[in-house]
């Protein structure tokens, strides 16, 4: 497998036989990993290959800097909100990201520290086990963008944390810690920030040993509850891109380069 293709992501070999991938997202600013053109495409196209190589067993998505992720680029964001051919192949790579974690039959395991926003924090809560800094900042931040909660929430976030959290973080665009992220179940693990990796690779390393077979079939069985829940994910992707094409987003983007409370009309 080529991994070398990849830009935006440092992938290298651990664990039990080199059968531990270990992703991470590059900060490209210095600060934090963010997904512009080339990063979105290519964190939905990592799980694939993840899928297809027979000399992995696990998968460790982490990020890298201060943070795990921090959302798309607004150069990215812009242009979604300006050309319709880049919004429909954008919304194609959201889509399949989603699903090829979902159906990646490797399991993954996630290490979140400082923010976690955005395409990231999609693979970072799909995870199969999510492990969290107790200082980490999950937000999900689309309605604060101006664009409805698509990428992910409706497909996971009742399922892990009940609808009455789920829309009162995802309306609100209201900042989860990791402790209390542990605490409602939207995560797995919560621990202190230096054992974040130690534990991630823990677990890693763990799943790694087991029976291949049972843990992936294993998997397999429970992801059926993020498949069930298909409709409303297609529905709300559909949604949040409908927003990129009207005049919130424009309010939204505007906002955030200029640091300043969204005034929506």
Same mark, same amino acid.
């Given at each position: ?99 090829? &974690?979902?159906?990646? $039959?490797?399991? @993954? %395991? ?6 976690? !926003?955005? =395409? *990231?924090?999609? #693979? ?6 999510? &492990?969290?800094?107790? $200082?980490?900042? @999950? %937000? ?6 101006? !664009?409805? =909660? *698509?990428?992910? #929430? ?28 542990e605490r409602i179940g939207l995560v797995s693990l919560a ?49 949040e891109f409908m927003g990129f094409a009207g005049p919130d ?17």
């Amino acid at each position: 497998m080529d991994y070398a293709r990849y830009e935006t992501l440092r992938i290298a070999r651990r664990g039990p036989d080199d059968s531990v991938l270990d992703i991470q997202m590059k900060a490209a600013n210095g600060k934090l990993p963010t997904a512009g053109h080339a990063g979105h495409r290519e964190l939905a196209e990592i799980w694939r290959d993840v899928s297809a190589d027979d000399t992995v067993r696990v998968a460790v998505l982490r990020g890298e800097g201060l943070g795990f992720s921090g959302g798309g680029d607004l150069a990215l964001v812009q242009d979604m909100a300006s050309d319709f051919d880049i919004r429909a192949r954008v919304w194609k790579e959201a889509r399949d990201l989603v699903y090829a &974690v979902v159906n990646c $039959d490797k399991p @993954i %395991v996630s290490a979140m520290h400082g923010p976690a !926003v955005g =395409a *990231g924090l999609v #693979a970072g809560l799909l995870a199969d086990i999510s &492990v969290a800094a107790r $200082d980490a900042k @999950i %937000v999900d931040g689309h309605t604060r963008l101006g !664009v409805a =909660a *698509g990428d992910h #929430a409706a497909i996971v976030w009742p399922l892990l944390c009940g609808l009455a959290k789920a829309k009162y973080y995802l309306l609100l665009c209201e900042p989860v810690s990791g402790e209390e992220a542990e605490r409602i179940g939207l995560v797995s693990l919560a621990v202190d920030g230096d054992q974040l990796l130690p534990r991630a690779y823990e677990i890693a390393d763990r799943l790694a040993q087991g029976s291949q077979t049972a843990i992936r079939w294993t998997k397999y069985s429970l992801n059926n509850w993020l498949r069930q829940a298909g409709p409303a994910f297609d529905t709300s992707l559909a949604l949040e891109f409908m927003g990129f094409a009207g005049p919130d987003v424009q309010e939204g983007i505007a906002s955030l380069r200029e640091r300043r409370p969204p005034k929506f009309r």
